[in-house]
């Protein structure tokens, strides 16, 4: 029995083409599971953000206060408002960055838009602090999470 070194060859190229195959399905699966990862991390970050600003409003009489205040704020309080809607237009910024780069779903984008909704009308002088912190900060104005359908003004 003569080998025919041309068919080996042929079969080694065969068995090699299969193992690259299975080679990239694998890592496509990996990078897959990686992405989702990657994605739930994100929102559960985001998400915990949101709590710990939750929890200052629970936690904090004097912030509570400031927030619901309907007269004029001091100094102090003015400054205590302005620096919490900083952090909430912080949080929702990194929404927006996070959609825009696929690492959150539409969904969680959209419940992140509603909640501006929400927290400009929740409570009395929350949206004149967001709207100082978007002059203060112009190239936000363009993030679709503070899209001026949002304000009264």
Sequence with gaps: MELNWGAIGSIGEIIGAGAVFLTLAYLARQIKQTNGISRFNTTKDIMASFDNLNKMVVSDPSLRQVLNKTTELTADENEQLYTYANMYCNTWAICQTAYDNGQIDKDFYSS????VIFELKRWPR??????L?????????GYGVFSSENYDT
């Design 112 to 115: 992140a838009s509603q909640d």
């Design 126 to 131: 929350f949206e004149s602090a967001v709207i």
């Design 133 to 141: 912190w978007l002059d203060r900060y112009p190239n936000f104005k």
